[in-house]
């Protein structure tokens, strides 16, 4: 099983380099049919390559059922002892399930310790993410912090500069809340064209978890703020030193210093034992390893802040502090991952987020986005939280080109491509939240296109 991951994770590497020059190429201004097009031929082009670019194969399961174990028989491990209550002191799912894992794609970053893995999102269900299943982004690997030495420095313009041991916030006022956390950089292959061959990496860089720690407000509050306090630079822990600036309205707002997440403590390549948590903002913001945080009177311009995290714009301008994530869905439940097995029922179901609050609706569209069918929202509805839809469905057995739309509290309506691409172009990496397509092939394969 591992063997033919691996294998599949290779030939995805190679066709999408082969993909990224493509689009490279063709997106001087040909219509983004054509950007589709060539995409296919790549496609076609390595699967005679040897490439074995199947949709279905990254987070599919294939296996024959043992006529032994099925009615009227009674299954084998009916007949024997199960496993021991203290055989896993520490639990983990199914081996059947092995194939749900965070994956990496390797031509992305020359390193492994300054890069990310993705969420599958296509196997996971209702709104949280597992621990161990959250997408990482890293900048220096992730530290191994023993939470005894660790500490939380508070300075700069505050009355008494602090130190904080691992006990001392926790024995804080504590606050647990849901949100989504979403790396700036989700979807950000697909601007020049439909790229990934899999929802894992054309929108994995999200997760949603209950965090619980200490409001970032009651430590503030406990500093005491000079007058001229604007700004706060959030500094890691880890070999890179990441820092972010954040201005001081968003950090005497919802900001959390983070010490678990989904009811444990952090893992270590969460942020263990602190982390700082940005709910609804640029998730490389949510700093982890927390060891520092300045107030000052105005940003810092730390190199990742004067050379990242600014968006190209079609003019040569660039736009800054463009924190908040914006309004986003995608269909989960039919993807690349998870083609269909003939016609008939099937549901539809996926999940919409934004940094801008709460979702309000959810559209569906079986034609293209010529017609849309308001979703069914199931489950909480929380601020800056991923929310589930849901609408029953029939397929015929056609081509169909499925979409989701997303609406937000405050009336804002997910745009398609061409509307995101009018105004932003396409030499951005960050805030790629345009409505996604999934061609339905009459096979039952699902592919990622782009509509012009
Ligand atoms: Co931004």
């Known amino acids: 099983m591992a063997d033919q991951v691996d294998s599949q994770g ?37 699967a005679a390559a040897g490439g074995a670019v199947m949709a279905g194969t990254v987070g599919g399961v294939a296996h024959a059922a043992n ?25 983990l799912p199914s081996p059947f399930e092995s194939h749900v894992v965070r994956r990496n794609v390797e031509w992305l970053t020359s390193t492994t310790q300054a890069s990310i ?22 900048h220096g ?56 061959e899999a929802l894992q990496f054309t ?16 430590v503030l ?44 403590m952090l893992r270590p390549e969460q942020g263990y034992p602190l982390r700082l948590l940005v709910p609804g903002w640029e998730g490389n913001m949510s700093i982890k390893w927390l060891r520092r945080i300045e107030v000052g009177d105005q940003p810092w311009h730390t190199r990742e802040e004067s050379s990242k995290y600014t968006d190209l714009m079609p003019s040569g301008e660039a736009r800054r502090f ?62 800056k939280s991923l929310t589930r839809f849901r609408m029953p469905w029939r397929w015929n057995g056609e081509e169909v080109l499925l979409q989701s739309r997303a609406m937000d509290e405050t009336g804002y309506v997910q745009p398609t491509f061409a509307q995101l691409r009018s105004t932003r172009g396409i030499w951005s990496i960050y805030h790629r939240h345009a409505i996604q397509t999934w061609l339905v092939r009459s096979s039952g394969e699902v592919e990622n296109v782009q509509l012009s």
């Open 221 to 264: 509050d406990q500093a005491g703020l000079k007058p001229k306090a604007k700004w706060l630079l959030a500094e890691g822990a880890d070999a890179s030193g990441m820092t972010r600036s954040i201005p001081l309205e968003k950090a005497l707002g919802d900001c959390i210093l983070v010490y678990a997440q989904n009811g444990e």
């Open 117 to 138: 893995n993705f969420t599958p999102l296509a196997n996971l269900h209702g709104i949280i993410t597992p621990n161990g299943l959250c997408f990482c982004r890293h």
């Open 203 to 218: 929108h994995g860089m999200i997760n949603c978890c209950e965090w619980t720690g200490v409001s970032l407000k009651t």
């Open 10 to 46: 290779k030939s995805k590497m190679l066709n999408g380099t082969q993909k990224a020059n493509a689009s490279a190429v063709t997106a001087g201004g040909m219509s983004t049919e054509t950007v589709a097009m060539d995409r296919r031929r790549f496609l076609v082009a390595g």
């Open 322 to 383: 463009t924190w908040r994530q914006e309004t986003n869905s995608v269909i989960t439940s039919v993807a690349p991952e998870r083609p269909l097995n003939g016609k008939g029922f099937y549901e539809l179901s996926g999940v919409a987020w934004t940094g801008s609050g709460k979702i309000k609706r959810v559209d569906i569209s079986t034609d293209g986005g010529r017609n849309w069918t308001t979703a069914q929202i199931s489950g909480p509805v929380l601020d």
């Open 141 to 196: 690997g992730a530290a191994a912090v023993n939470p005894e030495d660790h500490r939380l420095i508070i300075h700069g313009l505050v009355d008494r500069e602090l130190i904080f041991t691992m006990e001392d916030l926790l024995r804080m006022p504590s606050v647990s809340r849901i949100h989504f956390l979403e790396c700036a950089a989700n979807g950000g292959m697909e601007w020049r064209g439909a790229q990934m």
């Open 67 to 91: 006529p032994e174990n099925l009615p009227p028989n009674v299954p084998e491990w009916s007949h024997v002892l199960g496993a021991a209550v203290d055989d896993a002191p520490y639990g």
